[in-house]
């Protein structure tokens, strides 16, 4: 039986993640409240970070914590690796690694654990 009453920790992008991070350090979860409760946009200009979200994401991210979304260079990374787990034959895998890197290349993007190494 599973448990309904289960809150899931909300996605945050890193640069808002930060932001509230800096914020909790200075202020509380109900000042937080108070703050986007206000109509004007002082918390806004403050913390430009927080419009990515909702406010209702921002308060229970301040809650109950957070997860952090992974940046592009992660996501690439965890495609390319997961790649090489694949049983797949192993020109399937050279293929997508050569598209990955091809790309990278030719965007001038160095990506650890991808291309990276290659410049040194």
Do not use: H
């Amino acid at each position: 039986m599973s448990d309904n009453n289960t809150i899931q920790k909300p996605t945050l992008p890193q640069s808002t993640a930060e932001a509230l991070t800096s914020y909790l350090d200075i202020y509380s979860l109900d000042d937080l409240i108070v703050d986007l409760g206000r109509r004007d946009e002082g918390l806004f200009l403050s913390y430009p970070q927080f419009s990515a979200v909702d406010k209702v994401t921002l308060i229970l991210a301040a809650a109950f914590g957070w997860v952090t979304e992974k940046s592009p260079e992660e996501k690439l990374r965890e495609y390319y690796e997961g790649a090489c787990e694949l049983a797949y034959p192993e020109d399937y895998f050279d293929g997508v690694a050569d598209g990955v890197r091809t790309t990278l290349r030719l965007l001038g993007i160095k990506i650890s654990g991808i291309n990276a190494e290659e410049a040194e």
